[in-house]
């Protein structure tokens, strides 16, 4: 009896999962001849098509593949080949399962397949299906639709898996989650993201890009040089403050509460997303002191 209400509360809640993205809808935005970016539910996707076939990146949550899918055939009517996951959070690996599936190879860096091999919080695991098949350390070079394709791995930024992609000719950067445009980031300080990392990832970025550089950003609008660039005089800025507050000896909670060490940013609404002012506060002081 206990197994059949289980297998019963598992069903309504894969079902009320399902029912999150009945109405989304993938809009996609053309970047160059041959890049995409495609906007759903979860980390923006970019997509490369030619006569390679398709190339995509990231691929959100696993009830939105098949619309995902049919937005890619708008674009191409290529094979599916290559798929690279910027890291490990569902919001960009949820659709892997389909996706490989769909016959793409999963390319990822080699933390991603660590930590996605792991039991998730339920117990249950991600099928092999769904793990990366090709894994890299460092660096990853992909020659595909008529242009290298440069793959680096940027240490403890977001998390400790993160992956930046740049497509050399058509001057398009993908960050991954190192970059939410015009709010602040989520440092998953549990999957070894740190502040430092983050801005060091940043300043690697924008180290590539010139001035008409299209870039898609993990979360938010398509972007340009000069607004990562703000993203990461942000960065700092926040650094500078929570540092000194930490030199000064306020403890975690007297940062958290003091509005003043972001107001500059939580007035042009950066705390209006997934991680409000209080929460990016915090997440510096733990970064910053070590904890």
Known sequence: MKSLFSLIALFFISLTFAQRFDNIKIETTKLSDHVYMLVGAGG??????GEDGVFVIDDQFAPLSEKILTAIKALSDKPLNFLVNTHWHGDHSG??????????????????????????????????EALPIVTF??????????????????ENAHTDGDAILYFTESNVLHTGDTYFKGRYPFIDLNSGGSVNGYIEAAKRGLMVIDNDTKIIPGHGAPSNKSEYKAFLEM????????????????????????????????DLDFGSGFINSERIRVTFYKSLKGK
């Open 137 to 154: 350390n460092d660096k990853l070079n992909i020659n595909v639709n008529g242009e290298p394709i440069a793959v680096f791995h940027v």
């Open 235 to 266: 960065l700092e800025e926040i650094k500078a403050n929570i540092s000194k507050a930490i030199a000064e000896g306020k403890t975690e909670e007297d940062v958290a509460k003091d509005g003043s060490l972001t107001k500059k940013y939580d």
């Open 44 to 49: 923006n996707i970019g997509v490369s098509i």
């Open 95 to 128: 659709g892997n399962e389909n996706m490989a599936e769909a016959g793409a190879t999963i390319i990822a860096h080699d933390n991603v397949r660590v930590r996605m091999e792991k039991p998730r919080r339920d117990g249950s695991k991600n099928p092999k």
